[in-house]
């Protein structure tokens, strides 16, 4: 980390023209910054910003040694947590993504046990995993309802995913999403000495809020695995003002496409009137980057899955279940049993290409239980199974089944072998954070015979993969998804392992691991880093590499004032107030900064430095 100090002093800028005070600002603001410049080694200063760089290109791995800012001792926060077992399944994209990191970065993950609590504090339990700790914390049953069921999976998760159609009880559960928040953040007070915070996913958007109004200051950084919708449709979140406020509270908000991106910035132009700068907005309470981080997965890892012993449970279920297949071509489709996931499209799809194609391929669909007790989903679990009985009844024949149909979960390790077996993966969400199923589907292929990845247009993986690589197609259309499963079901070996082959060389180069050491790097950022036997030289000056953009803006506003003739009175003063408002946007961040300066250790023997008395350096 690198610093400045002693950049400039409120009182030296004299708005009123003079342009000697200015003058004065900028010699010796453009010096530090110019040090500054000459600080950072050159490859940092060339570094792209956060998100994958493309390029290698063998189709092997590449397996690289990923930083985990391993000075940070890092808080994970969600509301699902991982089992931590191969041999057991996990649920949702989210636990697959954080198991492995918090296994090798030492960090502590907190989140929602299986058991309900009457909302009592207890000391937190930390169990070991990996490098890493978990601790499970018992819910308060009381607003468990309203939190986990009305308002973060009746009300958020369906518009998040643009299908307000499916959106109930819109104004139930608020209050208790609030409350449930509030408890997380107690919880997570016993932690407050640990270096930053990474909180994830929609049911803790508050969570930043509650975290600083308990006067945790540590930098907060929140992630989202899910889509992030356009203005109009967030308007049918009711508070969706009050919760966009409180995500600017996180000093780091990452989204997982520029899509997301783009759709939460529109939402802060039109809700707020904020623009971003070079992904940074600055409200009062400081300044909060935004940026994308592409999730992926740890193909390394998803190797050694599929070498790995299955429990002899899970072996002969597998056998049973491949059985079905020998010798004839199937496809695979495995998702949590979520509307969002476009199942009853697939289905459709498969009754249409059986139609034109009989019995040219089946279907093993894997749909684990979700979320039982939301009515939505209780209605698609009876769509999806009656359109399934449909294509059997209409296609098979005494001896073949067109859709093999289950419920069950399966370890990463199961999913691994039937994956490599499939012919085709069928990926197909009406709307999707990502999707780490495309990403495992291609990573557990035989890279002499790959599949072929049939791919929604609206996962988030779209923007990873191109269509000279996955066959991309419109989730509402099952013309278009029976097109391209027949397409993959006959494509040549030849296109197979190309496609495959750029696929691979993407997840290799951008694993779950690089996603994780860009995300902590950029909240690092966030962290004051100021030696204590430094601080009290500061003044104004910055203490991190985030405030950097509003400085610039400042320096090119103060060299674009001062070069202005003084004879050209009108120009002068628009300059000047263009100077002013650059240095407003500036100083707000750099006071929130000061006022962090309070959680640094004690000072040094050089406290008594003078130059710090005439600097009106603090004493604490
Ligand atoms: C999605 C969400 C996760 C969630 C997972 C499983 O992937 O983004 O936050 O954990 O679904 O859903 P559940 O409600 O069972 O945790």
């Given at each position: 980390?690198?610093?400045?100090?002693?950049?400039?002093?409120?009182?030296?800028?004299?708005?009123?023209?003079?342009?000697?005070?200015?003058?004065?600002?900028?010699?010796?603001?453009?010096?530090?910054?110019?040090?500054?410049?000459?600080?950072?080694p050159l490859e940092q200063q060339q570094e792209a910003s956060a998100g994958p760089s493309y390029g290698v290109a063998s189709g092997d791995v590449e397996h690289r040694s990923v930083s985990y800012q391993p000075d940070m001792n890092l808080v994970v926060i969600s509301n699902r947590g991982a089992p931590?077992?191969?041999?057991?399944?996990?649920?949702?994209?989210?636990?697959?993504?954080?198991?492995?990191?918090?296994?090798?970065?030492?960090?502590?993950?907190?989140?929602?046990?299986?058991?309900r609590g009457d909302g009592t504090e207890r000391p937190l339990p930390l169990v070991r995993a990996g490098e890493g700790h978990v601790v499970e914390l018992d819910l308060p049953a009381a607003h468990h309802r309203g939190y986990y069921r009305d308002y973060s999976n009746s009300t958020l998760w369906p518009i998040l995913h643009?299908?307000?159609?499916?959106?109930?009880?819109?104004?139930?559960?608020?209050?208790?999403?609030?409350?449930?928040?509030?408890?997380?953040?107690?919880?997570?007070?016993?932690?407050?000495?640990?270096?930053?915070?990474?909180?994830?996913?929609?049911?803790?958007?508050?969570?930043?809020?509650?975290?600083?109004?308990?006067?945790?200051?540590?930098?907060?950084?929140?992630?989202?695995?899910?889509?992030?919708?356009?203005?109009?449709?967030?308007?049918?979140?009711?508070?969706?003002?009050?919760?966009?406020?409180?995500?600017?509270?996180?000093?780091?908000l990452g989204f997982q496409t520029n899509r997301d991106l783009n759709n939460f910035l529109a939402c802060l132009r039109t809700y707020f009137e904020l623009e971003s700068k070079d992904g940074v907005v600055t409200t009062e309470r400081g300044q909060t980057r935004l940026q994308k981080f592409p999730i992926g997965i740890d193909p390394k890892q998803f190797a050694e899955h599929l070498a790995a012993e299955l429990s002899p449970a899970e072996q002969e279920k597998i056998s049973s279940l491949?059985?079905?297949?020998?010798?004839?071509?199937?496809?695979?489709?495995?998702?949590?049993?979520?509307?969002?996931?476009?199942?009853?499209?697939?289905?459709?799809?498969?009754?249409?290409?059986?139609?034109?194609e009989p019995g040219s391929i089946s279907l093993l669909q894997i749909a684990p239980s979700s979320r039982a007790d939301v009515d939505e989903y209780q209605k698609y679990k009876e769509d999806v199974e009656n359109a399934i009985n449909h294509v059997n009844a209409e296609h098979g024949t005494e001896e073949w089944r067109p859709i093999?149909?289950?419920n069950d979960p399966f370890s990463q390790a199961a999913l691994a072998r039937l994956y490599r077996a499939a012919h085709v993966g069928v990926v197909t969400p009406l709307r999707d954070g990502m999707n780490l199923v495309a990403k495992e589907y291609v990573a557990a292929q035989d890279p002499k015979d790959p599949g072929v990845l049939v791919l929604s247009k609206f996962a988030g993986a779209a923007e990873d993969f191109n269509r000279d690589e996955a066959l991309l197609v419109d989730p509402n259309h099952p013309e278009e998804i029976a097109d391209a499963i027949s397409k993959a079901a006959k494509m040549p070996l030849e296109e197979r392992?190309?496609?495959?082959?750029?696929?691979?060389?993407?997840?290799?180069?951008?694993?779950?691991?690089?996603?994780?050491?860009?995300?902590?790097?950029?909240?690092?950022?966030?962290?004051?880093?100021?030696?204590?036997?430094?601080?009290?030289?500061?003044?104004?000056?910055?203490?991190?590499?985030?405030?950097?953009?509003?400085?610039?803006?400042?320096?090119?506003?103060?060299?674009?004032?001062n070069e202005i003739d003084p004879a050209d009175a009108a120009l002068k003063e628009a300059a000047c107030a263009d100077v002013k408002s650059a240095f407003v946007a500036l100083a707000a961040p750099l006071k929130h900064t000061q006022d962090r300066l309070w959680d640094l250790p004690a000072p040094t023997a050089s406290r008594g430095d003078h130059r710090g008395q005439e600097l009106g350096g603090r004493e604490d």
């Open positions: 980390m690198f610093r400045i100090h002693g950049t400039f002093d409120a009182s030296m800028f004299d708005p009123s023209g003079t342009s000697q005070a200015a003058q004065q600002d900028e010699t010796i603001g453009q010096a530090a910054f110019d040090l500054h410049q000459d600080e950072i931590f077992d191969p041999n057991k399944p996990q649920t949702g994209g989210l636990a697959a993504a954080l198991q492995p990191v918090v296994e090798h970065s030492g960090a502590v993950w907190m989140f929602s046990s299986e058991n643009s299908l307000s159609d499916r959106m109930s009880r819109a104004e139930e559960g608020y209050d208790s999403y609030r409350q449930m928040n509030k408890f997380i953040a107690r919880a997570a007070f016993d932690l407050r000495d640990r270096d930053a915070f990474w909180v994830h996913d929609y049911h803790l958007l508050p969570l930043g809020s509650d975290l600083h109004n308990l006067g945790i200051e540590r930098p907060t950084g929140f992630f989202l695995h899910t889509p992030w919708p356009t203005p109009d449709m967030i308007e049918r979140v009711p508070n969706h003002r009050e919760l966009m406020k409180s995500m600017l509270e996180y000093d780091l491949l059985q079905n297949f020998e010798g004839a071509k199937f496809a695979i489709g495995v998702d949590r049993l979520d509307y969002t996931k476009g199942i009853d499209k697939r289905v459709e799809a498969f009754d249409q290409l059986l139609a034109a093999h149909y289950t392992v190309r496609r495959f082959r750029s696929m691979m060389d993407k997840i290799g180069s951008y694993t779950i691991h690089d996603w994780s050491a860009d995300y902590l790097r950029e909240l690092d950022k966030s962290r004051i880093t100021v030696p204590a036997d430094q601080f009290h030289h500061l003044g104004l000056g910055w203490t991190n590499e985030a405030q950097m953009p509003l400085y610039q803006n400042y320096a090119a506003a103060l060299t674009a004032y």
